[in-house]
């Protein structure tokens, strides 16, 4: 895939960027659902261009952290800072523009299901007003790269599991993110589908993206492991932990 | 002010695409562009209605003011020394201006509609008439009346006023109703459009958290749906304005004899008016389906 999508939306955004500044910092943060307390005391620094793992057992909190990366939940207490910005006094459009330069993929992505594949990739674009989404050149190619090129047309609703993670990956890394969150990309598709989605995330890593995905498939931690050098992070009893090599 | 003014922007510029992005479909839209519809029907009534009444009420008080009149009844040859006679005591009677005896041809006008054109109402023996025009405190009809039984017999005080004045009052009444209806009109209109809004906002609830999840701002998801309803109310409202404007203008009645029922109608610059129910119908769309918005838009992250 030419490099241009990734790039060029990049040198755009740059004069923004605060340079060196890190992509997203954690504090002390905590996070309570109520009552009780679901994460505690967690200070993490990602790093630019760094690929992370997520894991630790359903329930731990993983989404929830994820959620947190791209201000969809604000912590319950310590600090947490997007490219440099404190979330606390984010305001929803500084919200909206951080979110421009995060990529975010489900497990259970959503689409708008009346528009075709194609303009659902090309959302992102045409909502920060940059681009019109039927003569982006760059999305062909983008769709060729996710080897959806043949479903352009297709409705959402008409994608197979594996389609679908392809699509809302093509929909995040569109606008050029410094960022690529994948909560659970591989949950809904088979092995061979899993590998080749990894493929795609190894892939913008090398191109520079930071890349977290939160998962608990170790065979798939394993697999990228030998690929890259991965960092893998655990949730375990509310807290963050760097995980040895034992994976 | 910043936040509304590129919202106004996005309206008025327009943008195909983020149109694009609520579903074209959907009945809520549909049913928005009928309610606006008969709003606007509804609108020309009660415009039309409180114009009628406020114009019959204007042309009620006017005649109030000259509302009296003193009937002589006598033998031909005494007819104009009695007239003078009362002339004469009325100009000298508190609270009357001046008093002025109806010509022949005045007296022939008020009685053709009754008898006909060709009656020759110059060799009939008719009682006079004299108009009383009164000082807006009026005169005292029964002082008046005694004076009148003991100098001129033959002399009959007619006092409109007090059957007209009631229904001066009446049609001063239609006329705040009819305001009053215009007003409820737009607040109805503004409730209903809120509740469609809603509606939409909650059927396509999944694509507002799409666009949020990309990066979408608040007006750009805004704009989509407050676009979709204030076009849709603007259309509605033109088909309504028109319809009930036709139905209007070919409303029975004469021109010149107004009364409630036969002068339901907009006259010269009220026709105008008219014009002003699309935009003033689709600014209130504006504003509820951008509250609407606002409030559910708030509650998501």
């Known amino acids: 895939m030419s490099d241009c999508i990734l790039c060029g939306a990049q040198a755009q955004q740059g004069s923004d960027v605060e340079s060196g500044a890190d992509v997203i910092e954690l504090d002390a943060v905590a996070y309570s659902y109520g009552g009780g307390e679901l994460l505690s005391d967690m200070s993490l620094t990602i790093i630019p261009g760094a690929f992370y793992f997520l894991t630790g057992p359903s329930g731990a909190g993983k989404t929830t952290f994820l959620k947190m990366c791209y201000a969809a939940l604000k912590p319950t207490s310590g600090e947490l800072k997007l490219f440099g910005q404190d979330v606390r006094t984010m305001e929803r459009d500084d919200i909206a523009l951080v979110r421009r330069r995060i990529g975010v993929v489900h497990q259970d992505c959503q689409f708008i299901n009346h528009l075709s594949v194609a303009a659902n990739i090309a959302l992102p674009v045409s909502v920060s007003g940059q681009d019109n989404w039927d003569d982006t050149t760059n999305l ?52 061979e589908m899993s590998e080749r989605l990894l493929r795609l995330l190894l892939e913008l890593n090398r191109m520079g993206k930071t890349v977290v995905i939160a998962s608990h498939d170790l065979g798939l931690i394993r697999s990228a492991k030998s690929q890259v050098q991965a960092r893998v992070l655990r949730i375990a009893n509310k807290r963050l932990q760097l995980a040895g090599a034992n994976l | ?167 001066v009052e009446a049609a001063n ?43 979408a701002t608040d007006a750009y998801i805004e704009a989509a749906f407050v676009r979709r309803f204030a076009f849709r109310t603007f259309l509605g409202a033109v088909v309504g304005t028109i319809i009930g404007a036709s139905v209007v203008a070919l409303f029975p009645g004469e021109e010149g004899h107004a009364t409630i029922l036969t002068g339901l109608r907009l006259s010269g610059v009220e026709w105008m008016w008219l014009v002003l129910i699309p935009p003033i119908l689709s600014s209130i769309a504006f504003s509820a389906t951008r509250y609407a918005a606002n409030r559910v838009l708030k509650g998501l992250t």
């Open chain 1, 140 to 191: 062909q190619e983008l769709m060729a790269w996710v080897g959806l090129s043949h479903r352009a047309n297709a409705l959402p609703p008409e994608l197979s599991g594996g389609e679908r993670q392809r699509a809302a990956l093509a929909r995040a890394i569109i606008m050029s993110p410094d960022i690529v969150l994948a909560d659970e990309p591989t949950g809904n598709v088979d092995w």
């Open chain 2, 1 to 167: 002010m910043n936040a509304l003014f590129s919202a106004l922007t996005a309206l008025f510029v327009g943008d195909l695409q983020r149109d694009r992005v609520v579903p074209a479909s959907g009945y809520t839209s549909t049913l928005t562009g009928l309610t606006a519809a008969a709003m606007a029907f509804l609108l020309v009534f009660a415009m039309a209605l409180t114009s009628a009444s406020y114009r019959l009420a204007q042309d009620w008080s006017q005649a109030l003011e000259q509302s009296a009149t003193l009937r002589i009844s006598a033998p031909v040859e005494q007819l104009d020394v009695q007239v003078a006679r009362a002339i004469e005591l009325l100009e000298t009677t508190p609270g009357i201006v001046y008093a002025r005896p109806l010509s022949i041809e005045e007296q022939s006008d008020l009685l053709t509609p009754w008898l006909g054109v060709d009656v020759p109402f110059d060799t009939l023996p008719l009682p006079r008439l004299i108009e009383i025009v009164q000082t807006p405190d009026g005169f005292d009809p029964q002082g008046l009346r005694l004076r009148l039984t003991g100098e001129l017999p033959s002399a009959v005080l007619d006092d409109h006023a007090r059957w007209r004045r009631p229904l």
């Open chain 2, 173 to 215: 009444w239609l006329s705040v109703l009819g305001a009053v209806a215009i007003g409820l009109i737009g607040l109805t209109s503004g409730a209903m459009i809120i509740l469609a809004a809603r509606a939409a906002l909650a059927a396509n609830a999944q694509v507002i958290s799409v666009l949020r999840l990309i990066g």
